[in-house]
């Protein structure tokens, strides 16, 4: 149970004669003019991308991820970039300015680690009362406000303490109302609750209009920036980063990271492509398994979904003869990636199905593919874009579900096309003969 206070307001008078005057005006959409050419663009490509190609004027931004992850740094390093040509302001609520100011003394270096000098147009304050925060806003003129956080900023005039869901409503709703009036673009950082979204209430990203949020394995250094709703391009573009003591650096090819540390010839590994939005990665996905040495086999994966992997075994146990029923099974997706999407099935199963036999993929050789629960294999979305992918990285064969309906593009050259119906068939194709 949260209490929610409201602030009082004056109820309207209904015995009044006097009407409404409404000062907004409703105009022909011809006359309005669009603003979406004249985006700002940032030297970070790809927090540029995640954006839909660059900051968007009058716009409010939201960015969400675990304690830690590196929120501040990634925004302290977009306002460092931009505070070359723009004006910006960065308020803080969590750290003196003195921590941010070590902190950019830290970032702010050339690739022989010299320290550069900070630009004079980024401004730091600590404040959280919204009304000075806005105050400060009015007298600087900057062409990007960065609250970090949502949560520690209030509106006096609200009881209910900071963080709370009305203040953080009231809150976001205020500043969406100055962005767009101003011009204004506005970047809010919000913490993220136990289950992951957000903290405060789900209107907070009906206000807002990017949510993007950060993501990653709290003991990795990649990081991933996924934009989860965008009213100016498309969602589910996902921005690849490192984290490191120069902050957040862009990796271009993030394929050939998941893939660097990567045993060759070595049992239990096999290579999948995941979508990542709409850019196809390559990553290393690694079985292991061992005989259970009391009670139930365990089933502890890392990096896809506990009854995925509880489906893909008992599937390989009863459909390809693979047994697992004494054994404890152990998934992991190397780099820290969280895959979701079902067409890792086939590599998480050559993994699995590596281990048991003792017997490597073969290592040119990515799968791709879902498994059905008779043990057939089912076509994952993309395929295209992801054979490429592969073929570009050096791969030489992939494993594929058979194509039962006509039409669509032929599979890119450059890799050979193994078609499979059934994972039976597939393991077959793809595990090396000792
Ligand atoms: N010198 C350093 N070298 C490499 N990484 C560092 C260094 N200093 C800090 N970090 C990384 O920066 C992270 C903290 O980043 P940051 O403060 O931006 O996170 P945040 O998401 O804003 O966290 P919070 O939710 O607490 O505000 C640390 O967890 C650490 O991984
Ligand atoms: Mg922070």
Redesign the pocket.
């Known amino acids: 149970m949260a209490e929610e206070i409201t602030a009082k307001r004056e109820p309207r008078d209904s015995h009044t004669s006097t009407r409404f005057n409404a000062t907004s005006v409703p105009r022909p959409i011809q006359e309005i003019q669009s603003d979406t050419g004249n985006r700002i663009q940032l030297k970070h490509q790809e927090f540029s991308r995640v954006l839909g190609g660059g900051l968007v004027p009058g716009s409010i931004n939201l960015i969400g991820?675990?304690?830690?992850?590196?929120?501040?740094?990634?925004?302290?390093q977009i306002a460092l970039e931009l505070a070359e040509d723009h004006p910006v302001l960065y308020v803080s609520g969590?750290?003196s300015e003195r921590q941010i100011k070590m902190?950019a003394d830290?970032l702010h270096r050339d690739t022989d680690r010299q320290t550069l000098p900070l630009p004079e147009n980024l401004l730091l304050v600590t404040e959280t009362n919204l009304e000075a925060i806005l105050d400060h806003t009015d007298s600087t003129r900057p062409a990007l406000l960065i609250v970090?956080?949502i949560q520690t900023s209030y509106l006096p005039e609200f009881e209910s303490s900071a963080g709370s869901v009305s203040q953080v409503r009231e809150s976001a709703s205020r500043l969406r109302e100055y962005a767009k009036r101003t011009g204004i673009s506005v970047f809010l950082?919000g913490?993220v609750t136990k289950e992951g979204t957000i903290a405060g209430p789900r209107v907070l990203e009906h206000i807002v209009d990017t949510v993007l949020y950060?993501e990653g394995d709290?003991y990795q250094a990649y990081r991933l920036l996924r934009s989860v709703k965008n009213r100016f391009g498309a969602t589910s573009e996902v921005g690849v980063f490192e984290?490191?003591?120069?902050?957040m650096v862009e990796i271009t090819n993030p394929s050939e990271a998941f893939l660097a540390e990567r045993m060759v010839n070595a049992p239990g590994s096999a290579i999948a492509v995941t979508m990542e939005g709409t850019r196809p990665i390559l990553v290393e996905i690694q079985g292991l398994t061992n005989p259970t040495t009391f009670g139930n086999p365990r089933r502890t994966p890392n990096g896809i979904e506990f009854n995925r992997l509880l489906l893909i075994s008992a599937v390989l146990t009863r459909r390809a003869g693979i047994k697992l029923t004494d054994q404890d099974v152990f998934v992991n997706v190397v780099g820290g990636l969280k895959i979701s999407e079902p067409a890792a099935d086939l590599a998480v199963a050559a993994a699995i199905a590596s281990s048991v036999k003792d017997r490597p993929v073969k290592a040119d050789t990515i799968l791709i593919g879902e498994i059905g629960l008779s043990g057939e294999l089912r076509m994952a979305s993309r395929m295209s874009d992801r054979l490429e992918e592969a073929a570009k990285l050096g791969f030489q064969s992939a494993i594929i579900p058979k194509k039962l309906r006509s039409g669509g593009s032929p599979w890119p050259t450059g890799i050979n096309i193994i078609e499979a119906r059934s994972l039976n068939q597939a393991l077959k194709e793809a595990l090396l003969h000792k």
């Open positions: 991820g675990d304690p830690g992850i590196g929120k501040s740094t990634l925004l302290l969590e750290e902190r830290r970090d956080s950082i913490h950060l709290r984290m490191g003591e120069r902050g």
